[in-house]
Protein backbone atom coordinates (compact mmCIF):
# COMPACT_ATOMS: atom_id res chain seq x y z
CA UNK A 1 0.00 0.00 0.00
CA UNK A 2 2.88 2.50 0.91
CA UNK A 3 4.33 1.59 -2.31
CA UNK A 4 1.16 2.60 -4.44
CA UNK A 5 0.54 5.77 -2.51
CA UNK A 6 4.16 6.46 -3.37
CA UNK A 7 3.91 6.14 -6.82
CA UNK A 8 0.78 8.30 -7.06
CA UNK A 9 2.48 11.10 -5.25
CA UNK A 10 5.27 10.65 -7.48
CA UNK A 11 3.15 10.74 -10.47
CA UNK A 12 0.97 14.07 -9.52
CA UNK A 13 4.30 15.60 -8.41
CA UNK A 14 5.96 15.06 -12.53
CA UNK A 15 2.06 15.98 -14.34
CA UNK A 16 2.46 19.37 -11.57
CA UNK A 17 6.21 20.09 -13.13
CA UNK A 18 4.68 18.89 -16.72
CA UNK A 19 2.00 21.53 -16.19
CA UNK A 20 4.21 24.81 -15.13
CA UNK A 21 6.41 24.24 -18.40
CA UNK A 22 3.54 23.88 -20.42
CA UNK A 23 2.05 26.52 -19.19
CA UNK A 24 4.63 28.83 -20.67
CA UNK A 25 5.27 27.43 -23.61
CA UNK A 26 1.51 26.46 -24.57
CA UNK A 27 0.21 29.89 -25.26
CA UNK A 28 3.63 30.53 -28.12
CA UNK A 29 3.01 27.31 -29.58
CA UNK A 30 -0.58 27.41 -30.43
CA UNK A 31 0.05 31.60 -31.08
CA UNK A 32 2.02 29.61 -34.25
CA UNK A 33 0.14 27.34 -35.09
CA UNK A 34 -2.96 29.17 -35.46
CA UNK A 35 -0.90 32.11 -37.46
CA UNK A 36 0.01 28.80 -39.67
CA UNK A 37 -3.20 27.95 -39.82
CA UNK A 38 -4.85 31.32 -40.82
CA UNK A 39 -2.32 31.89 -43.99
CA UNK A 40 -4.11 28.24 -45.74
CA UNK A 41 -6.29 28.56 -48.40
CA UNK A 42 -10.37 28.62 -47.23
CA UNK A 43 -12.69 26.83 -49.35
CA UNK A 44 -14.91 28.50 -51.18
CA UNK A 45 -18.52 27.44 -52.45
CA UNK A 46 -21.51 28.38 -53.93
CA UNK A 47 -24.19 29.42 -51.23
CA UNK A 48 -28.00 28.56 -51.49
CA UNK A 49 -30.94 30.16 -49.54
CA UNK A 50 -30.93 27.57 -47.37
CA UNK A 51 -27.13 27.80 -46.14
CA UNK A 52 -26.16 29.70 -43.08
CA UNK A 53 -23.52 32.30 -44.17
CA UNK A 54 -24.62 34.43 -40.90
CA UNK A 55 -20.87 34.38 -39.89
CA UNK A 56 -19.51 35.46 -43.08
CA UNK A 57 -19.47 39.52 -42.67
CA UNK A 58 -16.25 40.10 -43.50
CA UNK A 59 -14.90 36.99 -42.72
CA UNK A 60 -14.25 35.87 -46.91
CA UNK A 61 -10.98 38.05 -46.85
CA UNK A 62 -8.09 35.24 -48.75
CA UNK A 63 -5.24 38.56 -49.09
CA UNK A 64 -4.18 37.77 -45.16
CA UNK A 65 -1.72 41.05 -45.17
CA UNK A 66 0.27 39.76 -42.50
CA UNK A 67 2.36 36.71 -42.20
CA UNK A 68 4.16 37.68 -38.81
CA UNK A 69 1.50 37.53 -36.55
CA UNK A 70 0.35 41.21 -36.79
CA UNK A 71 -3.35 40.55 -36.98
CA UNK A 72 -5.94 41.92 -34.38
CA UNK A 73 -5.50 38.76 -31.94
CA UNK A 74 -1.95 40.80 -31.39
CA UNK A 75 -1.84 42.08 -27.80
CA UNK A 76 0.41 45.13 -28.58
CA UNK A 77 -2.04 45.95 -32.06
CA UNK A 78 -5.08 45.93 -29.44
CA UNK A 79 -3.55 48.38 -27.18
CA UNK A 80 -2.56 50.51 -30.44
CA UNK A 81 -6.35 50.27 -31.25
CA UNK A 82 -7.42 51.38 -28.07
CA UNK A 83 -5.12 54.68 -28.08
CA UNK A 84 -6.84 55.14 -31.22
CA UNK A 85 -10.43 55.17 -29.42
CA UNK A 86 -11.41 51.59 -30.64
CA UNK A 87 -11.79 48.98 -28.08
CA UNK A 88 -12.46 45.43 -29.90
CA UNK A 89 -14.89 43.32 -29.05
CA UNK A 90 -14.52 39.42 -28.53
CA UNK A 91 -18.24 38.80 -28.99
CA UNK A 92 -18.42 37.25 -32.80
CA UNK A 93 -14.73 37.68 -33.51
CA UNK A 94 -13.73 33.92 -33.15
CA UNK A 95 -15.40 33.31 -36.48
CA UNK A 96 -13.67 36.13 -38.40
CA UNK A 97 -10.22 36.14 -40.15
CA UNK A 98 -7.37 37.24 -38.19
CA UNK A 99 -7.48 40.56 -40.48
CA UNK A 100 -10.45 41.94 -39.44
CA UNK A 101 -11.92 42.96 -36.46
CA UNK A 102 -15.28 44.08 -34.24
CA UNK A 103 -14.91 47.11 -32.16
CA UNK A 104 -17.13 49.68 -30.42
CA UNK A 105 -15.59 53.76 -31.14
CA UNK A 106 -15.24 56.11 -28.84
CA UNK A 107 -15.52 58.95 -31.35
CA UNK A 108 -19.18 59.55 -31.17
CA UNK A 109 -19.59 58.21 -34.49
CA UNK A 110 -20.96 54.70 -35.69
CA UNK A 111 -20.93 52.68 -32.44
CA UNK A 112 -20.12 48.95 -33.54
CA UNK A 113 -17.45 49.42 -36.13
CA UNK A 114 -15.54 46.73 -38.74
CA UNK A 115 -11.77 47.40 -39.11
CA UNK A 116 -9.46 45.87 -41.82
CA UNK A 117 -6.17 45.39 -42.05
CA UNK A 118 -4.69 46.37 -45.89
CA UNK A 119 -2.23 44.71 -47.88
CA UNK A 120 0.66 47.42 -48.96
CA UNK A 121 0.55 45.94 -52.44
CA UNK A 122 -3.38 46.78 -52.91
CA UNK A 123 -4.95 50.00 -54.34
CA UNK A 124 -7.77 49.59 -51.38
CA UNK A 125 -7.20 52.66 -49.54
CA UNK A 126 -7.07 54.62 -52.84
CA UNK A 127 -9.72 53.24 -54.20
CA UNK A 128 -12.23 53.71 -51.39
CA UNK A 129 -10.89 57.47 -50.96
CA UNK A 130 -11.72 57.92 -54.58
CA UNK A 131 -15.27 56.28 -54.06
CA UNK A 132 -16.09 58.31 -50.96
CA UNK A 133 -15.36 61.72 -52.72
CA UNK A 134 -18.16 61.63 -54.99
CA UNK A 135 -21.28 62.15 -53.76
CA UNK A 136 -24.26 60.57 -55.37
CA UNK A 137 -27.30 58.24 -54.09
CA UNK A 138 -26.19 55.53 -56.45
CA UNK A 139 -23.14 55.39 -54.66
CA UNK A 140 -23.03 51.97 -52.40
CA UNK A 141 -19.36 51.69 -51.58
CA UNK A 142 -19.18 50.78 -47.81
CA UNK A 143 -18.77 53.71 -46.31
CA UNK A 144 -15.02 54.84 -44.78
CA UNK A 145 -14.83 56.15 -41.62
CA UNK A 146 -11.49 56.67 -40.36
CA UNK A 147 -7.78 54.93 -41.44
CA UNK A 148 -5.78 54.53 -38.58
CA UNK A 149 -2.00 54.07 -39.41
CA UNK A 150 -0.16 51.55 -36.61
CA UNK A 151 3.68 51.37 -35.97
CA UNK A 152 4.19 48.10 -34.93
CA UNK A 153 7.34 47.45 -32.68
CA UNK A 154 9.59 45.81 -32.81
CA UNK A 155 10.06 45.97 -36.33
CA UNK A 156 8.11 49.10 -36.83
CA UNK A 157 6.02 48.07 -39.59
CA UNK A 158 3.50 50.49 -40.44
CA UNK A 159 0.24 49.01 -41.30
CA UNK A 160 -2.64 51.09 -42.53
CA UNK A 161 -5.84 49.78 -41.13
CA UNK A 162 -9.60 50.76 -42.20
CA UNK A 163 -12.48 51.30 -40.37
CA UNK A 164 -16.09 51.03 -41.28
CA UNK A 165 -19.43 50.84 -40.32
CA UNK A 166 -20.71 47.31 -39.27
CA UNK A 167 -23.20 45.68 -41.53
CA UNK A 168 -25.46 42.55 -41.69
CA UNK A 169 -24.28 40.40 -44.01
CA UNK A 170 -26.41 40.05 -47.51
CA UNK A 171 -27.19 36.65 -47.27
CA UNK A 172 -28.72 36.50 -43.66
CA UNK A 173 -30.87 39.62 -44.76
CA UNK A 174 -32.26 37.38 -47.73
CA UNK A 175 -32.32 33.99 -45.64
CA UNK A 176 -34.17 35.45 -42.61
CA UNK A 177 -36.30 38.67 -43.70
CA UNK A 178 -38.55 36.25 -46.35
CA UNK A 179 -40.11 39.61 -47.77
CA UNK A 180 -39.85 40.06 -51.69
CA UNK A 181 -40.12 43.92 -51.84
CA UNK A 182 -36.28 43.59 -49.87
CA UNK A 183 -34.94 41.17 -52.64
CA UNK A 184 -36.23 43.67 -55.33
CA UNK A 185 -34.97 46.77 -53.87
CA UNK A 186 -31.67 45.26 -52.71
CA UNK A 187 -30.61 43.79 -56.73
CA UNK A 188 -31.53 47.31 -58.12
CA UNK A 189 -29.15 48.74 -55.73
CA UNK A 190 -26.34 46.22 -56.25
CA UNK A 191 -26.40 47.17 -59.88
CA UNK A 192 -26.69 50.44 -59.51
CA UNK A 193 -24.04 50.34 -57.14
CA UNK A 194 -21.50 47.99 -59.52
CA UNK A 195 -22.84 50.18 -62.23
CA UNK A 196 -21.45 53.52 -60.50
CA UNK A 197 -18.03 51.62 -59.47
CA UNK A 198 -17.46 51.24 -63.39
CA UNK A 199 -18.99 55.10 -64.34
CA UNK A 200 -15.89 56.19 -61.42
CA UNK A 201 -13.10 54.13 -63.38
CA UNK A 202 -13.10 51.19 -60.71
CA UNK A 203 -13.25 47.35 -61.45
CA UNK A 204 -14.39 45.77 -58.60
CA UNK A 205 -12.86 42.45 -59.56
CA UNK A 206 -14.50 40.15 -56.48
CA UNK A 207 -17.84 40.58 -56.77
CA UNK A 208 -20.47 38.07 -54.66
CA UNK A 209 -22.54 37.82 -52.09
CA UNK A 210 -20.49 37.66 -48.99
CA UNK A 211 -18.97 41.09 -50.59
CA UNK A 212 -22.26 42.72 -50.11
CA UNK A 213 -23.93 44.01 -46.62
CA UNK A 214 -26.71 45.66 -45.81
CA UNK A 215 -28.01 48.29 -43.66
CA UNK A 216 -31.63 49.05 -42.19
CA UNK A 217 -30.08 51.62 -38.91
CA UNK A 218 -30.50 55.06 -41.66
CA UNK A 219 -34.16 55.82 -40.91
CA UNK A 220 -35.31 54.98 -44.61
CA UNK A 221 -38.45 52.27 -45.32
CA UNK A 222 -36.16 49.69 -46.59
CA UNK A 223 -32.58 48.41 -46.41
CA UNK A 224 -29.74 50.23 -47.75
CA UNK A 225 -26.77 47.93 -49.24
CA UNK A 226 -23.09 48.47 -49.48
CA UNK A 227 -20.26 46.91 -51.25
CA UNK A 228 -17.44 46.00 -49.76
CA UNK A 229 -13.75 44.61 -49.86
CA UNK A 230 -11.93 46.61 -52.84
CA UNK A 231 -8.46 44.63 -52.44
CA UNK A 232 -8.73 43.25 -55.73
CA UNK A 233 -10.10 45.90 -57.60
CA UNK A 234 -8.28 48.37 -59.80
CA UNK A 235 -8.46 51.55 -61.81
CA UNK A 236 -9.83 51.54 -65.51
CA UNK A 237 -10.07 53.75 -68.85
CA UNK A 238 -13.06 51.64 -70.49
CA UNK A 239 -13.86 47.99 -71.23
CA UNK A 240 -10.58 47.99 -73.53
CA UNK A 241 -8.44 48.05 -70.05
CA UNK A 242 -7.18 44.70 -69.45
CA UNK A 243 -6.06 42.72 -66.10
CA UNK A 244 -4.15 40.07 -65.72
CA UNK A 245 -3.84 37.02 -63.83
CA UNK A 246 -6.67 35.28 -62.23
CA UNK A 247 -8.48 37.85 -59.66
CA UNK A 248 -11.91 36.90 -57.65
CA UNK A 249 -13.54 33.86 -56.07
CA UNK A 250 -14.26 30.81 -57.82
CA UNK A 251 -17.77 30.29 -58.59
CA UNK A 252 -17.94 34.06 -58.98
CA UNK A 253 -15.31 34.86 -61.69
CA UNK A 254 -15.61 34.58 -65.32
CA UNK A 255 -14.60 32.35 -66.77
CA UNK A 256 -12.02 34.11 -69.23
CA UNK A 257 -10.20 34.66 -66.55
CA UNK A 258 -8.90 30.85 -66.30
CA UNK A 259 -8.21 29.25 -62.94
CA UNK A 260 -5.46 29.88 -60.03
CA UNK A 261 -3.05 27.76 -61.32
CA UNK A 262 -2.91 28.78 -64.76
CA UNK A 263 -2.71 29.53 -67.47
CA UNK A 264 -2.88 33.25 -66.70
CA UNK A 265 -4.77 35.19 -69.25
CA UNK A 266 -5.73 38.57 -70.43
CA UNK A 267 -8.99 39.97 -70.19
CA UNK A 268 -11.61 43.23 -69.94
CA UNK A 269 -11.75 43.73 -66.11
CA UNK A 270 -15.28 45.59 -66.97
CA UNK A 271 -16.47 43.09 -68.80
CA UNK A 272 -15.41 40.33 -66.31
CA UNK A 273 -17.25 42.40 -63.45
CA UNK A 274 -20.48 42.13 -65.47
CA UNK A 275 -20.26 38.21 -65.69
CA UNK A 276 -20.20 38.16 -62.16
CA UNK A 277 -23.10 41.06 -61.38
CA UNK A 278 -24.73 37.87 -63.41
CA UNK A 279 -24.10 35.10 -60.76
CA UNK A 280 -24.95 37.12 -58.04
CA UNK A 281 -28.29 38.41 -59.80
CA UNK A 282 -28.52 34.43 -60.01
CA UNK A 283 -28.04 34.14 -56.01
CA UNK A 284 -31.01 36.94 -55.86
CA UNK A 285 -33.31 34.75 -57.96
CA UNK A 286 -32.86 31.76 -55.76
CA UNK A 287 -35.01 34.00 -53.02
CA UNK A 288 -37.20 35.68 -55.34
CA UNK A 289 -41.09 32.90 -55.04
CA UNK A 290 -41.49 30.27 -57.54
CA UNK A 291 -42.62 31.82 -61.12
CA UNK A 292 -41.38 35.39 -60.49
CA UNK A 293 -37.90 35.15 -61.69
CA UNK A 294 -38.60 35.36 -65.94
CA UNK A 295 -37.28 38.70 -66.02
CA UNK A 296 -34.50 38.39 -63.90
CA UNK A 297 -33.54 34.89 -65.23
CA UNK A 298 -33.36 36.52 -68.87
CA UNK A 299 -31.42 39.83 -67.36
CA UNK A 300 -28.24 37.98 -65.80
CA UNK A 301 -28.42 35.29 -68.54
CA UNK A 302 -27.37 37.81 -70.73
CA UNK A 303 -25.16 38.81 -68.27
CA UNK A 304 -23.47 35.31 -68.07
CA UNK A 305 -22.93 35.20 -71.30
CA UNK A 306 -19.66 33.06 -72.69
CA UNK A 307 -18.91 35.57 -74.89
CA UNK A 308 -17.34 39.17 -72.97
CA UNK A 309 -18.89 41.16 -75.74
CA UNK A 310 -22.38 40.38 -75.47
CA UNK A 311 -22.74 40.94 -71.66
CA UNK A 312 -25.54 44.04 -71.82
CA UNK A 313 -24.14 47.34 -70.32
CA UNK A 314 -25.69 47.45 -66.48
CA UNK A 315 -27.50 50.28 -67.04
CA UNK A 316 -29.68 48.63 -69.52
CA UNK A 317 -30.08 45.54 -66.96
CA UNK A 318 -30.99 48.04 -64.40
CA UNK A 319 -33.69 49.53 -66.65
CA UNK A 320 -35.42 46.47 -66.64
CA UNK A 321 -34.90 45.90 -63.21
CA UNK A 322 -36.78 48.97 -62.37
CA UNK A 323 -39.56 48.38 -64.52
CA UNK A 324 -40.12 45.02 -63.26
CA UNK A 325 -40.24 46.19 -59.49
CA UNK A 326 -42.15 49.71 -59.89
CA UNK A 327 -44.89 47.48 -61.32
CA UNK A 328 -44.78 44.68 -58.47
CA UNK A 329 -44.84 47.82 -55.70
CA UNK A 330 -47.42 49.36 -57.09
CA UNK A 331 -49.69 46.01 -56.78
CA UNK A 332 -49.18 46.26 -52.85
CA UNK A 333 -48.91 49.35 -51.58
CA UNK A 334 -48.25 48.05 -47.79
CA UNK A 335 -45.45 45.80 -48.48
CA UNK A 336 -42.51 48.35 -47.85
CA UNK A 337 -43.98 48.34 -44.29
CA UNK A 338 -44.49 44.91 -43.53
CA UNK A 339 -40.59 44.56 -44.74
CA UNK A 340 -39.44 47.52 -42.84
CA UNK A 341 -41.35 45.96 -39.69
CA UNK A 342 -39.49 42.69 -40.66
CA UNK A 343 -35.94 44.13 -41.48
CA UNK A 344 -35.28 46.09 -38.12
CA UNK A 345 -36.40 43.05 -36.33
CA UNK A 346 -33.32 41.50 -37.24
CA UNK A 347 -31.24 43.83 -35.51
Same mark, same amino acid.
Given at each position: ?39 L ?7 ? !? ?14 ? !? ?22 ? @? ?6 ? *? ?13 G ?30 ? *?L ?18 ? #? !??? #? ?17 L ?6 G ?11 L?? *? ?8 K ?9 I???? @? ?31 ? #?????L ?30 A? @?L??? !?R??P ?12 S ?5 G ?7 A ?8
Amino acid at each position: MFTLIFRIYNFLHSMRALQERLSSQLPTALSSILTRTENLPGLTREYG !PNDDCSSNQWSEESRD !PSTTGITFRNPEVQALIQRDGYTL @LSEGSARL *KPTIGKAISSHGRVGIVALKFLDGVTEELQVLRHLQAIQSELNRTI *KLLDVIKLNIPPTNVVRNVIV #M !PWQ #MPLTRCLREAHFPCAVELLRVQFLEGVAFLHECGIAHLDL *KPENVLVDGKRGSLLPQLSIIDFG @LSIFVESEETLVEGYRGTKSWVAPEAGTEHGPV #MKYSALLADRWSCGQVLKYFASFLPAGSTSVLGFTYAG @LLSAD !PRKRPPLREVLRSLRGTSAKRRSGDGSEAIVAQKRFRMLW
